[in-house]
C-alpha cells in the first residue's frame, strides 16, 4: 500500500485509465504543479546559508512530459508484482539481482518496470519528490525486452537499468546540464554511454544535478538547476545538503530508483553527494574514463565515476564504462582487476592506513571506525595533514571552461539552432536575458571566467603547481608506504583532484539527526582495484548502510 494519499489517487488514477483506453494521453494529467512558497520560506533562516531555497519546483520542467511516455506500460505494472519483488531487487546488489533472472524469477523488462514503479511512486507527489528525476528514456522497456530475448553469458552490468548525471551526453534524452540554454541540446551518446550500451546496459533516464556542475554561483545550494529545480536528500527532504553536483545521482541511488547512477566530478562532486546519501561512490584516476560527450568544467580534473548502493555495483559499473578513447588525450588502458574486485576482499591485517588526527580528534564516527579497523587487523598509522594551499585553483577551472565549453559545443552539439551559443560569453548573456528564471542565484563564477586575465605562461606554471601540491599532501603514502589515506566525505577532495588520485567513499555512519557520513579512501593514481577491495573489505566489516527511511516501501 502506498503512504500517502496523492500516491493512492495516482494508483487509481492508472486504473482508471486503463478503464477509459479511448481517453487520448495528452488529456490525462500525472502531476500538478504546487505552491512552493511555504517551503521556500521554511528555509530562510537554515544554518547553511546554501540551503536557503530561492525556488524547489522547475519552472520550467513538465513532470508531464516526463512520465507520460511510459505510463501505460508502468500503470499496467501492478503494487502486487512490485511488492512480490521487493525481496528480490531492493537493495540487492547485481550478482544477487542477475540470479533472480537466471532463474526466471524476474526479467530485465520487470525489473525496469519495479524502478520505474518507484519513481512514479515517489516523484510524481509534492510531498515526496526528491526533484531528482528530469528525462526517462522512452525506448528503455523495448529495450530491456530484447535483451531478455538474448540471456547467455553476458557483462555483468547486462539488463541492469542506470541513471545518468545530465551533463552526460546520451542519445535519447537531451543533454542540458541543468541549464536553460542547453535545455534543447541534443547530441549523441557519451563515450562512456557507448561502452555501457555494449555490454548491455539500460539507461533509464536523467537526473538533475548542480547547475553546470557548480560551476556557475558560490551562494547556490547544491543540487539545484534552473531545468530540474531543486534536488532533495531522501534522508530528510529540506534538512539535510543533497551535496553537489552529482546531486541527483545521489539521491535516485539512495532511494532505489534505478541500479546505480553515474556521476562527474572536477572537485568533490562525486564524493559530496554520495556522502551525503549514503551511497558508494568512486572518483577515478583522470584518464581511467573517459570524458568524451561530456559538458565540461575542465578538461585538466574532470571525471565520470560510479555511484551505487554497494561495492560489487560499484566495481561493476566501473568496469563497464572503461575503454581507451582516442579523442580524450588523457584517456589511458585500464589495469586488469576492477571487475573482480568485489570478489576478492583485501585481508584488513595486510592493509596500512593513514589516518589524519585532526579528523580523530574532531569526529567521534571517524574515529569509530578507524578503532573497528584497528581491531580488525588493519595497521593504522596516524599523522598530522599539512596545511598546504592550492594556489590558482580556480583561475585553473576558469581557463579550462573558457575554452572546454566551446569545444564541447563545437563536437557534440548536433543543433546548433537550438543551442544558440558558443562561448561561455554568450551564455551569461543569454542568462542576463531573464534573470529570475534563469539564473535565480546569479552567476558569478561565469563572470569570473570572463574577469579572468591569466596568460597561458601563467595557467601551465598555476596546473603544475597544484598537481605538486596535491601530491605533496599525499607524501604521507610514499613514506609510510600506504595502501591508502583515510577522510571524512569530500573533505580532501581538492588535494585529490590536483593531485589526479582516485578516492571511494563508503557509508560510515549516521550523525545523531540521521545525516549519512562517509570514510574516504584515496589512493595512489591507478590504484582503484585496490581501493575496492580494501573498501569492500570495509563494507563487510561495518554493514552501516540503511535506506532512508520514507523510500522503503
Known amino acids: 500500500m502506498c503512504k500517502y494519499l496523492f500516491c493512492s489517487f495516482l494508483l487509481i488514477g492508472f486504473i482508471s485509465c486503463k478503464q477509459k483506453e479511448a481517453q487520448p494521453k495528452e488529456d490525462i494529467v500525472l502531476w500538478t504543479p504546487y505552491n512552493d512558497s511555504a517551503e521556500v520560506a521554511a528555509s530562510a533562516n537554515n544554518k547553511s546559508e546554501r540551503m536557503r531555497y530561492k525556488f524547489i519546483q522547475s519552472k520550467v520542467l513538465d513532470k508531464n512530459e516526463v512520465f507520460l511516455p511510459l505510463y501505460d506500460e508502468v500503470s499496467q505494472f501492478t503494487e502486487a508484482k512490485y511488492q512480490k519483488m521487493k525481496p528480490l531487487v531492493l537493495e540487492q546488489d547485481i550478482p544477487t539481482i542477475q540470479t533472480h533472472i537466471d532463474q526466471g ?7 525496469v518496470l519495479f524502478y520505474l514503479h518507484r519513481i512514479y511512486k515517489y516523484e510524481l507527489p509534492n510531498n ?68 555501457l550500451k555494449e555490454k548491455g546496459a539500460l539507461i533509464l533516464g536523467k537526473v538533475n544535478l548542480s547547475e553546470w556542475a557548480n560551476f556557475i554561483c558560490g551562494v547556490c545550494p ?29 539521491t535516485s541511488t539512495a532511494a532505489n ?68 578513447d582516442e579523442a580524450d588525450y ?27 588526527k585532526n579528523l580523530m580528534e574532531r569526529d567521534s564516527i571517524y574515529a569509530a571506525n578507524v578503532e573497528a579497523l584497528r581491531e580488525a587487523g588493519a595497521q593504522i598509522v596516524e599523522f598530522e595533514a599539512e596545511n598546504i594551499p592550492l594556489e590558482g585553483f580556480t583561475t585553473l577551472l576558469n581557463l579550462d571552461m573558457r575554452e572546454d565549453l566551446p569545444a564541447y559545443i563545437n563536437a557534440e552539439v548536433k543543433d546548433k539552432d537550438a543551442v544558440r551559443v558558443e562561448s561561455v560569453e ?33 595557467f601551465e606554471k598555476i596546473k603544475q603547481n597544484l598537481k605538486e601540491s596535491g ?47 562517509s570514510l574516504t579512501f584515496i589512493g595512489k593514481p591507478f590504484s582503484e582495484a585496490h581501493l575496492l577491495r580494501i573498501g569492500k573489505a570495509f563494507e563487510e566489516l561495518t554493514k552501516v548502510r540503511k535506506m532512508p527511511e520514507g523510500y522503503q516501501e
Not at 541534443?186 to 561502452?195: G, K, L, P, S, W
Open 105 to 111: 524469477t524476474v526479467t530485465y523488462q520487470e525489473l
Open 128 to 195: 515526496t519528490t526528491l526533484n531528482t528525476i528530469i528525462a526517462l528514456n522512452p525506448n528503455v522497456l523495448e529495450e530491456a525486452r530484447a535483451l531478455d530475448k538474448n540471456k547467455g553469458d553476458h557483462h555483468p552490468i547486462y539488463g541492469m537499468p542506470i541513471l545518468l548525471k545530465d551533463n552526460i551526453g546520451a542519445a535519447e534524452m537531451k543533454t542540458t546540464a541543468g541549464a536553460i540554454v542547453l535545455k534543447e541540446n541534443q547530441t549523441d551518446d557519451a563515450f562512456i554511454v557507448e561502452r
Open 222 to 250: 547544491n543540487g539545484q538547476s534552473a531545468v530540474g529545480g531543486q534536488t532533495l536528500n531522501p534522508y530528510g527532504r529540506r534538512v539535510f545538503d543533497t551535496g553537489g553536483s552529482s546531486a541527483g545521482s545521489g
Open 257 to 324: 530508483y534505478a541500479v546505480g547512477a553515474v556521476g562527474t566530478e572536477t572537485s568533490g562532486s562525486i564524493l559530496s553527494p554520495s556522502s551525503q546519501n549514503s551511497v558508494v561512490g568512486l572518483k577515478p584516476t583522470i584518464g581511467l574514463l573517459s570524458r568524451t560527450g561530456i559538458v565540461p568544467i575542465s578538461s585538466t580534473l574532470d571525471t565520470p565515476g560510479p555511484m551505487t548502493k554497494n561495492v560489487t555495483d560499484n566495481a561493476i559499473l566501473l568496469d563497464a564504462m572503461l575503454g581507451k
Open 330 to 356: 588523457k584517456s589511458v588502458t585500464a589495469e586488469p582487476g576492477i571487475l573482480s574486485a568485489w570478489m576478492n576482499p583485501e585481508p584488513l591485517q595486510e592493509i596500512r592506513l593513514g589516518v589524519m
Open 426 to 458: 554568450e551564455v551569461v548573456t543569454f542568462n542576463q536575458q531573464d534573470s529570475l528564471v534563469r539564473i535565480p542565484y546569479g552567476q558569478e563564477r561565469f563572470d569570473g571566467i570572463l574577469a579572468d586575465s591569466t596568460t597561458t605562461e601563467q
Open 471 to 517: 601530491r605533496a599532501f599525499f607524501n604521507i603514502i610514499e613514506e609510510k608506504q600506504l595502501d591508502a589515506v583515510l577522510s571524512i566525505n569530500n573533505y580532501h577532495a581538492g588535494y585529490a583532484a590536483v593531485a589526479e588520485y582516485p578516492a571511494l567513499t563508503i557509508p560510515m555512519g549516521y550523525k545523531t539527526d540521521g545525516e549519512p557520513e
